[in-house]
């Protein structure tokens, strides 16, 4: 009888710490570091992306994670318009899958600063997208904890998405798109979305069941996920999903924000002051649920069939 | 002065039939829009008269076999039925009648209905709604509605 006590007291105590690992505090330190003043807005080819990316580096070493295809560093390098550009990319091996790949992404490039002007300067990108990469980081962290993950996670900061989606098109061309089981990536989830609390939205809800998936996963929280509805800004197409998307991938973008009414979207009033630690916090832990059945290999997503002539832009 | 006190009571009674009156055209309004984010699939105008948090969709109907079904939605169902539905589909649900009853921040309205798919009628019944009057107005807490075929008393038996 102690015994079983003990082994529920066990279970009870150690899936509280699994739970705890997604929290508003962790949050904070991510969105804070990344949005600060110091990181001058991380645009790509600037030295602040330079800073922003060596912090990601250093929190993949923390938590564990290993390099791509055994490389000596967390950067996946290229240069493109001149510039010499990065992604930064972690992986947790799949422990039965490991030939099958779900992607975990956000773009951590930004706008960079105005020039010319007196008063704030810099465009700091708290939601868009320090609230993304914030995401990534948090996933790494539970996941690593949990060892749960049959199929391999790679976790990938994009950069140059605000120039056009060029750090994600060239990560696309450097895989073999039939190993990529799904795309999951993540983008302003950091104001409460016109759904009400506890809630988000999904771009390219109908192009795929993954969508479906994570509602069905989503069925026994207090979470819920929304199909897009601004389907008038196109908006599938705005984020790297859609370098993963155009090569068959079912990889779609969480958002919680107001894309309607979000007076700070690309203004150097994104800070993260303006954000809600809640619903970020919230909305990673949710992404870790209805994700799950996808990265212990229960479910595989329909793939995605593109228009030919369908526009990217 | 009896004479004025009852001026005073008649004044209030008109008041008050006002007001009410008012707030049951308010609540008409909250659902004509949830109808309107209906027909253009506009899941943000729907959205914007619920009660979002504790949204409940529920349907009844009758089975092939004479049983009585009670089947809940969930909210993000309904909206992907509604998001995926396509272009020309034309779903039109025409609502044939109010009744609203109020009492402080409760309302109760029932809403008969007729059901047209591309201008061919489906099926009437009636929509029961609860709403809640919050900080930010009156909200859909509840729906319930009816389905059937028969003694539909078609309104308009033209689209």
Known sequence: MIKKLLLILLVCFSSKAHSQIINEKLVEKHLTTLADDQMEGRKAGSQGIEMAAKYIESEFERIGLDKFESQNSFRQSFSSKDMSLFNVIGVLEGKSKADE?????????????????????????????????????????????????????????????????????????????????????????????????????????????????????????????????????????????????????????????????????????DETKTLDLFTVSETIKAIAIGTLSIVNGNDTPSRIVMKKDEPFK | MKKIFFCFMFLGFLFNLNSQNLEKEEVQRVIEKFFIGFHEKDSLTIASTVYSIDFKLLSTSTAQDGKAVLSPMPFYSFLNVLLQRPSDANWKEKLTGFEIK??????????????????????????????????????????????????????????
């Not at chain 1, 996933?139 to 994600?168: C, D, P, W």
């Not at chain 1, 506890?198 to 069925?219: C, H, M, P, V, Y």
């Not at chain 1, 779609?252 to 690309?266: E, G, I, N, Q, R």
Request: proline share 3%; hydrophobic share 35%.
């Open chain 2, 102 to 159: 109020i009492d402080g921040k409760l309302a109760n309205a029932w809403v008969s209905y007729e059901f047209w798919v591309k201008g061919n009628f489906s099926h009437c019944g009636v929509n029961s709604f609860n709403l809640f009057k919050g900080d930010d107005g009156w909200k859909i807490v509840t729906l319930i509605d009816s389905r059937r075929i028969e003694n539909c008393n078609l309104n308009s038996l033209t689209n």
């Open chain 1, 101 to 269: 790949y779900v992607i975990i992404s956000a773009h951590y490039d930004h706008l960079g600063m105005k020039t010319g002007e007196k008063g704030d300067l810099i465009f700091n990108g708290a939601n868009d997208n320090a609230s993304g990469v914030s995401a990534v980081l948090a996933l790494a962290e539970h996941y690593k904890t949990q060892n749960i993950n049959e199929r391999s996670l790679l976790f990938v900061a994009f950069t140059a998405e605000e120039m056009g989606l060029i750090g994600s098109n060239y990560f696309g061309k450097q895989i073999n798109p039939e190993n990529i089981i799904a795309g999951i990536n993540i983008e302003m989830i950091g104001k409460e979305s016109p759904f009400g609390p506890k809630t988000a939205w999904l771009t390219g809800f109908d192009r795929s069941d993954f969508g479906q998936i994570i509602q069905k996963n989503l069925e026994e929280s207090d979470y819920s996920l929304y199909p897009d509805p601004y389907v008038n800004f196109r908006l599938f197409f705005r984020s790297d999903n859609a370098s993963l998307a155009r090569l068959g991938v079912p990889a779609h973008t969480f958002s919680t924000s107001p894309m309607d009414k979000d007076l700070d979207y690309h203004k150097v009033s």
